[in-house]
């Protein structure tokens, strides 16, 4: 059987191939900066992780899918955004104030962050902007544009969606472990990371556009940041 016959065969192997190459690729970045090699080492694979997650969906979509670059900018769903990003700031932020904060070891954090170099505040308040405009806008182009895509092209898109967003939970997981020693907290929150994902995956493919989710995430991500420079600077 010649799978030039079979172009739905072709795609799902394309599919499974694109996933395992870039699905792991947060957890890796996270073990070897938090685990593996804190320090300048763990940091420089981190960093190359985060280049990889930058530019693969954009060479696989060139030079596998050969298909155009979907740069359409659209507002659809901004107002959604808005509304759901209110919502999970003002729960993250209620949530650390009234009881994270009284389960989270502080002195075991900032004793991980000084290891890892990000103990300088003018550090910690660049890599939290970066975190809360930046990298929120990276998540979701790779999370709920090209994961999220090519899990629909192997099960549903009803599926894909709690698929995608399992998979968007892995690298946060690791992260609660390393840095909550309380379970509590580490199922808490990656209950809320996945319930998140799930969110931002319906979002993405009700309005076909990355802006209600990217406005949602960034709120998200600056609650974390503000509760992180409380944390880190007091």
């Not at 080492?41 to 030079?63: D, H, K, N, S, T």
């Not at 890892?116 to 910690?124: D, E, F, K, T």
């Not at 930046?134 to 544009?145: D, Q, T």
């Not at 929150?189 to 319906?202: D, E, H, M, R, T």
């Amino acid at each position: 059987m010649s799978l030039h016959r079979h172009p739905a065969i072709i795609e799902r192997l394309r599919s499974i191939i694109a996933l395992l190459l870039i699905v792991p690729v947060t957890s890796i970045g996270a073990l070897c900066s938090t685990v593996l090699a804190p320090g300048a080492i763990g940091q420089e694979i981190a960093v190359c992780c985060g280049i990889w997650l930058l530019l693969f969906p954009l060479l696989w979509q060139i030079l596998v899918e050969r298909q155009p670059l979907p740069w359409r900018i659209t507002s659809d769903g901004w107002r959604a955004g808005v509304i759901l990003g209110a919502m999970m700031f003002g729960t993250i932020f209620a949530s650390y104030w009234l009881v994270g904060r009284y389960w989270l070891n502080i002195p075991d954090i900032k004793a991980r962050v000084n290891q890892m170099g990000m103990n300088i505040p003018l550090m910690v308040f660049g890599f939290g902007t970066f975190q809360t405009l930046v990298n929120s806008l990276i998540e979701e182009y790779v999370w709920r544009w090209f994961v999220y895509r090519h899990c629909a092209r192997l099960w549903t898109q009803a599926l894909a969606v709690w698929i995608s967003a399992g998979f968007f939970t892995l690298h946060h997981v690791i992260l609660l472990v390393v840095y909550c020693d309380d379970w509590r907290l580490v199922a808490l929150g990656s209950i809320a990371v996945f319930g998140a994902g799930v969110l931002w995956a319906k979002c993405a493919r009700c309005y076909r556009s990355l802006l209600p989710s990217y406005l949602s995430h960034l709120a998200a991500d600056l609650a974390l940041q503000i509760a992180s420079w409380h944390i880190l600077l007091g």
